[in-house]
């Protein structure tokens, strides 16, 4: 018996359907520590691997490069650099964005890695790679212990 | 014991945007029908085990790799799921034939993009959900910024990135089961709404839905069924660091490093010279620059070059995606990497018509995993 297909359009009926999933996320150690030093004191904090000589942002208690464990903490000034960026004009809808947000990394000084976030008080035709930032926070009654605990980073 | 391993079947099913009239196990059902018909096995007499290659979550659905293997002939056999590429599913294959472990092995993967309501999401959820995740960019954020990295790092411009559009979209014009063909110039490209600066609306692949299966042997069991074995010299893969924030935004080192490991087990000393042509891993225009680059099949830096002095042109030393690449054939989530293999194998097969490479030997077919990932794959092929 051969196999009849289907040939109008109309005659196809998708079922509409969704996966509620819902989870919680642990920090972990080394994100329990980032996230609580940045509410509290609006601090910044690293990990160095003293094999590599490498400082992790975000931190972590595990080198990537040598998989030593690593417990030697560190403060990271608030400023770096944007070490690339993009001007996004698509929200997460597929909508165009009627403000473009400036996506960028920021790498600080002698640190491997950095922290992904978006720049404020600068017009976009503005940046560059290379160009100095620095983080603004919130206002510390309004910080969560999140990644959106700074509110962007800002041209120096 | 060391053998060598040969693609004996290739079936697949056309590249479109929709498919309305199939659910996505019949397109399973169709390209694997293809693929035994092609290799002239019976997959319930001859094939030892098989080998899926795709994400859940794309067909959503949760751990829906248990129902894989009923529609491509494998219920009480041998089967394993990959949540990856394809082109890994045939390293799986190659090794499992080389080492003797089987002597005959189908790999599958497929893409019914065209179900899924919201890509992006999907995207985003990969992401980290602690540093990442909650800053809620739509998640090609990160296409946008390693663009801007590897044109500062390299000194290449938008328009040789374009250029790859244009390129690709008119290859693909010559394969039929192509989805996105089209003749278009550099200023189309360059015009094109800016999404993701320095990325725009043309330079991305958009979804295509379709589904390939491939049969596999060792040498003794190729020489019995085919006369057009096509061998697998080398296969290669790995992984960068996957966090945003350690992993390289300019280089594309997991295809420099996945390309090393294949050129060893090809044995290849020299790509340039040793590589005919090339299908690689174009979900965005810059990364078929990027790609090249990693892949030693054009010297650092000067890939942008090369496209803009048409070096990767069909009629060019090295064509570089003369299927259309995912920008003309559509981007087919983890196919992506086996649509590139599929084009190697007709090219090597003498069947691509009337985009027929001439005196063709040794080809290359790299993917990249897609967002956010930072992984792909390499496999070289001979028809020697
Ligand atoms: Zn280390």
């Known amino acids: 018996m051969p196999v009849d297909k289907v040939t109008q359009v109309a005659q196809t009926k998708p079922l509409h359907g969704e996966i509620p999933v819902y989870a919680q996320y642990t920090f972990g150690i080394a994100g329990e520590k980032f996230f609580r030093e940045l509410k509290d004191n609006g601090r910044l904090m690293g990990v160095k691997c003293p094999e590599c000589n ?103 | 014991m060391q053998r060598r391993v040969a693609i004996i079947g290739i079936g ?151 250029l790859v559009a244009v390129k690709n979209k008119a290859n693909a014009l010559l394969n039929p089961q192509a989805a996105y063909g089209d003749r278009i110039t550099l200023d189309d490209v360059l015009d094109s709404e800016m999404m993701f600066h320095p990325l725009s609306r043309l330079e991305m692949s958009a979804p295509a839905d379709g589904g390939i299966v491939m049969v596999l042997a060792c040498e003794e069991k190729a020489y019995a069924l085919s006369d057009r074995p096509v061998w697998v010299r080398g296969v290669g893969w790995c992984s960068d660091a ?66 803009e002095e048409g070096g990767t042109l069909r009629d060019s030393e090295l064509p570089v995606n003369v299927s259309g690449g995912s920008l003309g054939v559509g981007r087919l989530d983890e196919a992506t990497g086996l649509q590139k293999v599929l084009e190697v194998v007709i090219q090597l097969r003498g069947e691509a018509g009337s985009r027929q490479l001439d005196d063709v030997q040794v080809g290359l077919a790299q993917s990249w995993r897609g967002l956010p990932a930072n992984s792909g794959a390499v496999a070289i092929l001979s028809n020697e």
């Open chain 2, 242 to 307: 996957p966090s945003l924030e350690t992993r390289d935004w300019g280089k594309a080192v997991y295809a420099q490093l996945a390309g090393d490991m294949a050129y060893r087990v090809a044995g290849i000393g020299n790509p340039r010279l040793e590589i005919d042509f090339a299908e690689v891993d174009d979900t965005f225009a810059y990364k078929e620059l990027q790609h090249l680059e990693a892949l030693r099949l054009c010297r650092p830096g000067e890939a942008g070059l090369m496209v």
């Open chain 2, 12 to 162: 697949y099913t056309p590249f479109r945007p929709i498919t309305p009239e199939l659910s996505f196990k019949e397109m399973m059902f169709e390209a694997a029908q293809r693929a035994y018909e092609d290799a002239g096995v019976c997959p319930r007499r001859d094939i030892d085990a098989f080998v899926t290659c795709e994400e859940d979550f794309t067909h959503g659905r949760s751990i829906f790799n248990i129902h894989m293997p009923d529609n491509i002939g494998a219920v009480l056999k041998r089967i394993h799921t990959l949540p990856a590429d394809g082109i890994y599913g045939l390293a799986d294959a190659y090794m499992l034939i080389n080492t003797g472990l089987v002597d005959v092995m189908a790999v599958e993967s497929h893409s019914k993009a065209s179900n899924m309501l919201t890509p992006n999401y999907l995207v985003a959820h990969a992401m980290d959900p602690v540093y990442n995740k909650p800053l809620a960019y739509n998640p090609y954020f990160i296409a946008g910024m390693e663009m801007n990295r590897f044109l500062c790092e390299t000194g290449t411009t938008e328009e040789q990135c374009a």
């Open chain 1, 54 to 156: 490498l400082i992790y942002v975000p931190p972590r208690i595990y080198c990537e490069r040598c998989f030593s464990e690593l417990t030697e903490w560190l403060e990271i000034p608030n400023r770096g650099v944007v070490h690339t960026f993009t001007v996004s004009h698509i929200d997460l809808d597929g909508n165009r964005l009627k403000e473009p947000v400036i996506v960028a990394l920021v790498k600080f000084d002698g640190v491997y890695g950095g922290l992904v976030h978006r720049l404020g008080r600068v017009e976009a035709d503005k940046v560059s790679i290379g160009m100095p930032v620095e983080m603004v926070l919130k206002s510390k009654t309004k910080r969560v212990g999140s990644i959106l605990d700074i509110d962007y980073f800002k041209p120096v």
